[in-house]
């Protein structure tokens, strides 16, 4: 009797520890808490993202490791004081993975909120570099542009343009500001001058002053690192004065498909950076494209195939390691090669979390046949070993 108690402590021993290094007995749900901006100034991008999310999970049948994924869907309203309170929540209840915000502060804060409970966060959007850099930690993965390889295709867009001199529209906040340092920098190298800067707060609404100090500045071109209202507000009032027409604005996230509509006829021939598009040309994308056409009538925005290329990536990831560890997860994921980006390759930086992939440049004009009326041309591919240093 004795001998058979031992074996079968044994058996179970082993069983138990065969668990354990699996992370855990499967759960009945793949939980996702998605925080995402669906009210003020950002919430187009929110719900753009939420149906790239979906499509995501409508084309693995909804499904990873098994189970069923559930979504909860939080509004973060890009705000870093709501985004923190709805991911303690969201941790609370034992989500398996964190995907948000839009805003930069957002996103950093609920980076930090995912690194001290050791939950995954994946990042589609938000572009501060310190994101995945000095406040950058295990957990937090970003699988979309940042400012650093947005500030060396700004640069190189200066390298082809060659202004006289620029000048340069920054919102008042620590990544824009770092952004224009290193490209202001650049300038003199250049033979480019700088003809003034202003410092707008986050959410401004009237560009009238800045626009006329433009207007008399001599500046033949502008850099404006706006983006959503900000960007739709400056550009519109610049049109209304004639300004579009007499000086070339450019942005590296200035304008997509969904604030070209917003800003009219004035967005013509304004040129930026975009971190997806439609038009790029490869298998992945086509399907996804036409799927996404499909099912909500519209081709997809930046934010929608960003965050479909994201999600997609992380749960094929979390599939091939068969397991419930979100240990696992995050190993497998840093350092990761995806070939099937949308995009064309991506491959995460061990050493950093942040993907590395090609910069596109873009100028808008007007849509042929089914393609939006004011549609982004790209004009420019930048490759990966132009925009990002080895990892040290």
Same mark, same amino acid.
Request: aromatic content about 8%; hydrophobic content about 40%; proline content about 4%.
């Given at each position: 009797?004795?001998?058979?108690?031992?074996?079968?402590?044994?058996?179970?021993?082993?069983?138990?520890?065969?668990?354990?290094?699996?992370?855990?007995?499967?759960?009945?749900?793949?939980?996702?808490?998605?925080?995402?901006?669906?009210?003020?100034?950002?919430?187009?991008?929110?719900?753009?993202?939420?149906?790239?999310?979906?499509?995501?999970?409508?084309?693995?049948?909804?499904?990873?490791?098994?189970?069923?994924?559930?979504?909860?869907?939080?509004? =973060? +309203? &890009?705000?870093?004081?709501? *985004? /923190?309170?709805?991911?303690?929540?969201?941790?609370?209840?034992? #989500?398996? $993975? @964190?995907? =948000? +915000? &839009?805003?930069?502060?957002? *996103? /950093?804060?609920?980076?930090?909120?995912?690194?001290?409970?050791? #939950?995954? $966060? @994946?990042?589609?959007?938000?572009?501060?570099?310190?994101?995945?850099?000095?406040?950058?930690?295990?957990?937090?993965?970003?699988?979309?542009?940042?400012?650093?390889?947005?500030?060396?295709?700004?640069?190189?867009?200066?390298?082809?343009?060659?202004?006289?001199?620029?000048?340069?529209?920054?919102?008042?906040?620590?990544?824009?500001?770092?952004?224009?340092?290193?490209?202001?920098?650049?300038?003199?190298?250049?033979?480019?001058?700088?003809?003034?800067?202003?410092?707008?707060?986050?959410?401004?609404?009237?560009?009238?002053?800045?626009?006329?100090?433009?207007?008399?500045?001599?500046?033949?071109?502008?850099?404006?690192?706006?983006?959503?209202?900000?960007?739709?507000?400056?550009?519109?009032?610049?049109?209304?004065?004639?300004?579009?027409?007499?000086?070339?604005?450019?942005?590296?996230?200035?304008?997509?498909?969904?604030?070209?509509?917003?800003?009219?006829?004035?967005?013509?021939?304004?040129?930026?950076?975009?971190?997806?598009?439609?038009?790029?040309?490869?298998?992945?994308?086509?399907?996804?494209?036409?799927?996404?056409?499909?099912?909500?009538?519209?081709?997809?925005?930046?934010?929608?195939?960003?965050?479909?290329?994201?999600?997609?990536?992380?749960?094929?990831?979390?599939?091939?390691?068969?397991?419930?560890?979100?240990?696992?997860?995050?190993?497998?994921?840093?350092?990761?090669?995806?070939?099937?980006?949308?995009?064309?390759?991506?491959?995460?930086?061990?050493?950093?979390?942040?993907?590395?992939?090609?910069?596109?440049?873009?100028?808008?004009?007007?849509?042929?046949?089914?393609?939006?009326?004011?549609?982004?041309?790209?004009?420019?591919?930048?490759?990966?070993?132009?925009?990002?240093?080895?990892?040290?």
């Amino acid at each position: 009797m004795e001998e058979t108690m031992t074996n079968f402590k044994s058996v179970a021993l082993a069983a138990l520890m065969g668990v354990l290094s699996q992370g855990a007995v499967a759960d009945e749900a793949f939980h996702i808490g998605a925080i995402l901006p669906f009210s003020g100034p950002y919430a187009f991008g929110g719900e753009a993202a939420k149906a790239g999310m979906q499509m995501a999970i409508d084309e693995r049948g909804g499904k990873v490791l098994g189970v069923p994924i559930e979504v909860s869907w939080e509004d =973060g +309203e &890009a705000n870093p004081q709501v *985004t /923190l309170k709805k991911g303690t929540r969201l941790i609370a209840d034992d #989500v398996h $993975l @964190l995907v =948000g +915000e &839009a805003s930069s502060p957002a *996103t /950093l804060a609920l980076s930090k909120l995912a690194g001290r409970r050791k #939950v995954p $966060l @994946l990042n589609t959007i938000s572009a501060d570099e310190r994101i995945t850099g000095s406040e950058g930690n295990r957990y937090t993965f970003r699988t979309s542009n940042d400012f650093g390889m947005e500030t060396q295709m700004t640069i190189s867009y200066y390298e082809t343009a060659r202004p006289k001199s620029v000048y340069a529209v920054i919102p008042d906040v620590g990544a824009a500001r770092d952004l224009w340092g290193k490209v202001k920098d650049s300038l003199p190298g250049l033979g480019i001058g700088v003809a003034g800067e202003d410092y707008p707060p986050l959410g401004n609404k009237d560009y009238a002053v800045i626009v006329n100090k433009i207007a008399n500045s001599g500046a033949d071109s502008v850099l404006a690192v706006l983006a959503g209202g900000d960007a739709v507000n400056f550009i519109k009032q610049a049109g209304e004065v004639g300004l579009t027409g007499k000086v070339e604005i450019f942005g590296p996230t200035l304008l997509e498909e969904l604030t070209a509509a917003a800003v009219g006829e004035a967005s013509l021939g304004v040129f930026s950076g975009v971190r997806y598009h439609y038009s790029y040309k490869n298998e992945q994308n086509s399907k996804f494209v036409a799927a996404y056409k499909e099912k909500f009538g519209e081709v997809p925005s930046v934010f929608a195939g960003e965050a479909y290329d994201g999600l997609s990536w992380f749960l094929d990831t979390v599939e091939a390691t068969g397991s419930w560890d979100k240990e696992a997860w995050v190993d497998a994921f840093s350092g990761s090669t995806r070939d099937s980006s949308i995009e064309g390759v991506k491959t995460m930086r061990s050493c950093n979390n942040q993907a590395e992939q090609i910069g596109l440049m873009a100028v808008v004009g007007r849509g042929v046949g089914d393609q939006p009326e004011l549609t982004m041309q790209i004009v420019e591919e930048f490759p990966a070993d132009a925009l990002f240093t080895d990892c040290p």
